[in-house]
């Protein structure tokens, strides 16, 4: 097999359009997070309309899967009426309402959604092999939230476990609960933390998981009627992000030197992830069966 392309090739071949699909559970979510943060929706957010504009708008950026199909147009009228009526669970107005409240309950301002990040990291002079491969850092902040210190937050909204029934058609909804010490070491927020810093100069002071679900009543048994818990967990950042810095190049370094481990073919539920990968054809195109 021949050694993986470098991460500077990667790149180059991705922004000339080797981009894969992504599934609809993505796109529903992207969806989801521009309507808590659009004041639109408060009006609009009952009318079909509203939700099939934002769905198409999205569509039209990236490609996107239903069952493993390219996502069709009836596929977008039929989610755009299923956040419109909840689907048996409740209705993606009220839901993204009730984010929102309980983000402005803890003090925090929402300023911004959906901040997609770049970083292309080219190394240091000197530095053991990590400047031969430029590395691209890719990453999208949900929620950028303010308060009236001036201080900024990130809140990644988890909307898993809501988009089953609209999807499939079936799914069962879970609640979700997090400690202060998982939150603050979650290697998402904090890789948010780090790319947003070295973009733009600043850093958040705190970081947040928000779980729709959560707002969504039992049906049955000794809870009825009763959410399944908070919707909204929130910590201090205060690590150190040099530390992170000098951990994410090492661990990346093993998969980039040329005496490094080569492709990894990641998995998810069993099944290879890779040709869901946006980088599948530069890093595989080039491999020998």
């Known amino acids: 097999m021949r050694k993986a392309a470098s991460c ?37 957010g009952g009318d079909r309309g509203y939700w099939y504009q934002l769905l198409r708008q999205y569509s039209e950026d990236q490609e996107y899967t239903r ?19 909840g689907e048996g669970i409740l209705p993606a107005k009220i839901l993204a309402k009730m984010v929102r409240l309980e983000i402005m309950g803890f003090g925090w301002d929402i300023t911004e959604a959906e901040i997609n990040m770049r970083y292309t990291d080219v190394g240091e002079h000197g530095e053991d092999g990590y400047g031969k491969y430029p590395i691209v850092f890719d990453g999208t902040i949900d929620i950028l939230m303010s308060n009236r210190e001036g201080k900024l937050g990130i809140v990644d909204i988890k909307t898993t476990g809501l988009w089953d029934r609209t999807i499939k058609g079936k799914g069962s909804i879970k609640g979700q609960s997090w400690g202060d010490l998982q939150l603050r070491n979650h290697r998402q927020l904090k890789h948010y933390d780090w790319l947003f810093n070295k973009l733009y100069g ?17 049906k049955t048994g000794a809870k ?21 810095e000098q951990d994410i190049k090492r661990h990346l370094s093993i998969w980039s030197l040329p ?24 890093c595989m195109g080039g491999a020998s069966d």
């Open 224 to 244: 009825k009627g009763q959410m399944r818990g908070n919707g909204l967990f929130l910590t201090r950042a205060e690590h150190d992000l040099s530390v992170y």
């Open 259 to 282: 005496w490094g481990l080569g492709r990894d073919y990641p998995e998810i539920w069993g099944k290879t992830s890779c040709p869901t990968c946006k980088y599948y054809l530069p």
């Open 202 to 218: 600043k850093r958040v002071s705190s970081y947040g998981l928000s779980f729709p679900a959560n707002f969504v009543p039992y």
């Open 8 to 44: 500077g090739e990667i790149l180059k071949r991705d922004l000339a359009g080797g981009r894969g699909s992504m599934s609809s559970y993505a796109l529903l979510g992207s969806v989801f997070h521009h309507a808590v943060a659009d004041p639109d929706m408060e009006i609009r």
């Open 67 to 85: 069952k493993g199909k390219a996502i069709s147009e009836m596929d977008l009228i039929d989610y755009a009426n299923s956040l419109v009526s």
